[in-house]
């Protein structure tokens, strides 16, 4: 045993571990000093203890080309490329990237960051919230090629990967998503990342499982849910309904009734909120301020649009893959159907009943005209308030309706999707067969106005002229009479003037009895016309009542004499107020000056013309339309190009503009609640038991009343005169009776 064994074996009794003496071998190398900002001008260097490396660096700014590599003097070192940072030292790349740059080569220059929607923190391109890309137009391996650099630039040191330290690939386009909020991106990676229930392209569709609302994704709910939902809808319309005929159950009434000025107010508001809705709705890729895309949403409740409000079939039928816009489609269009068909079944039903009940002819008649009145008004109030959302449907599906998205940043990979909904591909056969049903659709866009319109002077046309024949019966039995009590009294003269010189006081005797035969056939004559007017047709005299609410008096009661069309203007305007913006997109600034033209036009026209009888729906009418040119104004300034950033002050002033349109947009629910609360409460106030009740009052008031003053009233009563009725009782007296009475 050596000395050294012995050694270790002492150590080792010690307590020591020790291992026996050996000779060992380390694997010693010498490497070069890698690219960047290094070099090394020495020869024999070693490296320092606890270095990675021994070798010097280049100055900041400078690093040693991949020609120079390895770099063995400082001039070696060449400057950064472009867009590099170079008051920093280069490291293991060529030097870091400026501030909102990024590099297709770790050893490259730096690009400056797209201006839109992409963050270059840690020189890659990645999403910044609100905006979206895909990665499926190119081949699979772009996408991990990309992904492999991108951990390749997370690499400090001198382990990077040499293969994957370029990208030679192609990177997607950014594209602002429609709602924000669905589009998070919050982790740092290349894939675009939607919020909770959202998926597909712009982050639009909701995932399986969750249904659309107001522009955003909720779980779906039991079908007991769906249950309550078609209840509720049906009781609402029930009620409605169940108004209407009610009201149509009146016969006399003065002047326009409660029930036909809500629904004057109602069609104001409807009106304002559907174009409001449709605006919001077509213009979400504009930059509102959020609380004013809030209000948005909740405008698409208020325009009436069912199918904002029921919840998806998806929900219910796995299998269901129709997107939203022909759901709507198909939905709009089958209750537009059903609705006619419907209203054409109960007409028939009613002629076939009373045809098997063998009902007189007068009866019948008298029966299907008021029963064809009433299915009129209803199918007119339904289709009125399904028209707008309908046709703007209909003129998304229109081939204008289609938008051409870049995928990738050289644009030469595309893809057409339906503006209204980024799930349809305009160039499937699928949608090619949509865009021919919707393109025979616009003949309703355009027919239901129009048939409205015909129906309407027909209407006027042949009450005119059963006007004038009533007016020309009218005066043929006037005249009739006439001759008749002319002839008569001069018979009576004739008869008087031969008998004088014979028989006066005959005369006298029969005077009498001439006055009372002239009273009779005056009162005869009187019967007759009374009798010829009720012996007119009965379908004449039911046509239509001024005393009903009717179709007529829901489209034309609150207009003028004159402007009896109106009404079929207000439906053309609820289209061309939004025809432009459905049809080529509101990112246009010219689309956007067309919409405000189309806006300023009808105010003007209905300023001028004042075409409403009621003063105070002129002043709502005028302060709806005001509104929505206020709001199509700051749409346009949205659309106007901002400079890069945000000031405090500029975002001050959007914030305001927000408020101010936000309060601008409710003020019209506000004003006609307002309105519709005052005209129930003076129509109540009118009525016999709210009369009697303030009588009471102000006697109640009376009797307590100071003695003093009731003393000087009574004085005041003692001192003015009295007038007395026939029976002798002061009409002061017999009021006060009877309010002691009432009390």
Excluded at 26 to 41: A, K, M, R
Excluded at 154 to 182: A, I, Q, W
Excluded at 343 to 357: A, D, E, P, S
Aim: proline residues 4%.
């Amino acid at each position: 045993m050596t000395a050294g064994g012995y050694a270790s074996q002492a150590m080792n009794q010690s307590g020591f571990n020790c291992t026996a003496p050996d000779l060992l071998s380390e694997e010693v190398t010498c490497s070069e000093c890698p690219q960047g900002g290094f070099y090394q001008n020495q020869t024999g260097a070693v490296v320092k203890r606890d270095a990675e490396m021994n070798c010097e660096q280049c100055n900041n700014g400078t690093y040693v080309p991949l020609e120079n590599v390895p770099g063995k003097t400082i001039g070696d070192c060449a400057v950064c490329p472009t867009g590099t940072n170079k008051s920093l030292h280069a490291g293991y790349r060529a030097c870091p990237c400026a501030s909102n740059h990024y590099r297709k080569h770790r050893f490259g220059q730096c690009f400056p960051c797209p201006k839109k929607g992409i963050n270059c923190t840690g020189e890659y391109q990645h999403l910044l919230p609100g905006f979206w890309w895909t990665w499926d137009w190119g081949p699979a391996e772009n996408y991990q090629s990309y992904k492999k650099f991108v951990k390749n630039l997370f690499t400090c040191n001198d382990s990077y990967d040499r293969h994957t330290e370029r990208f030679d690939g192609m990177l997607p386009n950014v594209h602002k998503c429609p709602t924000s909020e669905s589009c998070k991106n919050l982790a740092a990676g290349i894939n675009a990342s939607c919020d909770d229930g959202h998926a597909g392209f712009l982050c639009t569709q909701c995932q399986a499982g969750s249904y659309a609302w107001l522009d955003k994704c909720f779980e779906c709910p039991g079908i007991w849910a769906l249950i309550l939902e078609v209840l509720a809808a049906l009781v609402i319309l029930a009620v409605l309904l169940m108004i209407v005929l009610l009201e149509l159950r009146r016969h006399k009434r003065s002047g326009r009734s409660l029930i036909s000025v809500l629904f004057s107010r109602f069609k104001i508001l409807l009106g304002f909120y559907q174009i409001m809705g449709e605006i919001f709705e077509v213009m979400n890729e504009l930059s509102w301020p959020k609380t004013l895309v809030e209000l948005g949403s909740f405008l698409q409740l208020l325009e009436a649009n069912l199918m904002q409000v029921i919840v998806s079939p998806r929900c219910y039928f796995p299998d269901f893959t129709y997107p939203n816009v022909y759901i709507a489609f198909i939905a709009g269009a089958s209750f537009s159907v059903t609705v006619i068909l419907s209203g054409l079944g109960i007409y028939g039903f009613r002629q076939f009943h009373l045809r098997v009940k063998s009902a007189p002819d007068e009866v019948r008649k008298h029966t299907l005209a008021k029963t064809n009145e009433r299915i009129l008004l209803a199918v007119v109030i339904l289709l009125f308030v399904a028209y707008p959302s309908l046709s703007a449907v209909i003129i998304s599906l229109l081939p204008s309706g289609c938008v051409t998205f870049s995928l990738n940043e050289n644009e030469n990979v595309t893809v057409t999707l339906l503006r209204s909904d980024y799930s349809v591909d305009c160039n499937s056969s699928q949608h090619v067969a949509f865009n021919y049903a919707a393109e025979v659709s616009v003949s309703y866009v355009v027919g239901f106005p129009t048939v409205l319109l015909i129906m309407l002077w027909l209407h006027r046309r042949r009450q005119a002229s059963k006007k004038n024949g009533h007016q020309l019966e009218t005066a043929d039995i006037q005249a009739l009479s006439h001759v008749d009590q002319q002839s008569l009294l001069d018979t009576d003269d004739t008869g008087s003037s031969c008998s004088y010189h014979t028989a006066s006081h005959a005369d006298q005797t029969h005077s009498s009895d001439s006055l009372h035969t002239e009273d009779e056939e005056i009162a005869h004559i009187g019967d007759s016309l009374e009798r010829l007017s009720s012996e007119l047709p009965l379908e004449e005299s039911i046509e239509v009542s001024s005393e009903s609410i009717t179709w007529v008096s829901f489209l034309d009661e609150n207009y003028k004499e004159q402007y009896w069309y109106w009404e079929i203007v207000e439906l053309a305007r609820k289209v061309l107020q939004v025809l432009f913006v459905l049809l080529f997109g509101a990112d246009d600034q010219f689309i956007l000056f067309a919409t405000i033209i189309v806006s300023v036009a009808f105010l003007i026209a209905h300023a001028y013309l004042k075409p409403m009888k009621d003063a105070a729906e002129h002043r709502i009418q005028m302060w709806s339309l005001t509104t929505i040119f206020l709001n199509l104004l700051a749409a346009s300034l949205l659309v106007l190009p901002s400079e890069d950033g945000h000031t405090d002050d500029s975002d001050a002033r959007r914030e305001f503009l927000a408020v101010f349109l936000v309060l601008l947009n409710i003020s019209i629910f506000v004003i006609v609640a307002v309105s519709s609360i005052h005209v129930c409460l003076k129509v109540l106030s009118q009525t016999a038991c709210c009369s009697y009740t303030a009588a009471c009052f102000r006697h109640i008031c009376r009797c307590l009343a100071p003695s003093h003053r009731r003393s000087q009233e009574e004085h005041r009563d003692d001192t003015e005169p009295t007038t007395t009725l026939i029976s002798g009782v002061p009409i002061e007296d017999r009021r006060n009776n009877n309010e002691c009475r009432a009390v």
